[in-house]
């Protein structure tokens, strides 16, 4: 069982930026790739960025990629998403999500996550 919490939303002007923590509970957090989604008004969810266990490989959306980077501390159980150049179009609920013992373009999927954060909120006013 993982428990995740999300922190570091907020609201930001556009071209500005933000970094996203995802602290997670429980000791083998090393054993699971880490997945951000997000979530706009009226929209589904869609894949953002994600990152394997070891961190030796990152997959982005098309449309944060070159201004969105992943990162994890395996020694913090936390996985980090850094925003730049935001857009008003980035504005949604972000959530990270683990996924057990999966790494490869599999994370890109909703599907491959077992345990989900509660969420927090990105603006970006123009």
């Known amino acids: 069982q993982v428990q995740l919490v999300e922190s570091g939303g907020g609201l930001v002007q556009v071209g500005g930026s933000l970094r996203l923590s995802c602290a997670a509970s429980?000791?083998?957090?090393?054993?699971?790739?880490m997945g951000w989604f997000r979530q706009a008004p009226g929209k589904e969810r869609e894949f953002v960025a994600a990152?394997?266990?070891?961190?030796?490989?990152?997959y982005y959306a098309d449309s944060v990629k070159g201004r969105f980077t992943t990162s994890r501390d395996n020694t913090k159980n936390t996985v980090y998403l850094h925003m730049n150049s935001l857009k008003p179009e980035d504005t949604a609920v972000y959530y990270c999500?683990?996924?057990?013992?999966?790494?490869?373009?599999?994370?890109?999927?909703?599907?491959?996550?077992?345990?989900w954060g509660q969420g927090t909120q990105v603006t970006v006013s123009s």
């Open positions: 990152i394997i266990w070891s961190g030796a490989t990152t």
């Open positions: 429980g000791r083998t957090f090393s054993s699971y790739g």
């Open positions: 999500a683990a996924a057990l013992n999966l790494a490869g373009p599999i994370l890109r999927t909703s599907v491959a996550y077992s345990y």
